[in-house]
């Protein structure tokens, strides 16, 4: 009843930029955080990037200066602008949220949510 759908991948260049954007959708009541995790082969999943409801972010080392994360509350949307890519940014990112759904006329439950995934591939 709430999926997270995910677009903006693609292969670029070292040095060029994508924006990835994720968009929440279903019987929504609230959206708490919002990030960005990505999983290269072989790898572990990593988050990169966080921003909770208030606009409070955080990033991975490895990202900061050349990410952003930003969110549009009214269209229950974040965003991920990557610049000054470089290969080892290969992977596949993942968007998830805190989302609490109406499952009724009075309940609500709350749970963690994540999209398909996007591969985003830099090339040297």
């Known amino acids: 009843q709430v999926q997270l759908v995910e677009s903006g991948g693609g292969s670029v260049q070292a040095g060029g930029s994508l924006r990835l954007s994720c968009a929440a959708s279903?019987?929504?009541?609230?959206?708490?955080?919002m990030g960005w995790h990505r999983q290269a082969p072989g790898k572990e999943r990593e988050l990169v990037a966080r921003?909770?409801?208030?606009?409070?972010?955080n990033y991975a080392d490895a990202v900061k200066g050349r990410f952003t994360i930003s969110r549009d509350n009214a269209k229950n949307t974040v965003y991920l602008q990557m610049n000054s890519l470089k290969p080892e940014d290969t992977a596949v990112y993942y968007c998830?949220?805190?989302?609490?759904?109406?499952?009724?006329?009075?309940?609500?439950?709350?749970?963690?949510?994540w999209g398909q995934g996007t591969q985003v591939t830099v090339s040297s």
């Open positions: 998830n949220a805190d989302i609490t759904r109406r499952t009724g006329a009075w309940s609500t439950a709350r749970g963690d949510y």
């Open positions: 279903g019987r929504i009541s609230s959206i708490g955080a």
């Open positions: 921003i909770t409801s208030g606009s409070t972010t």
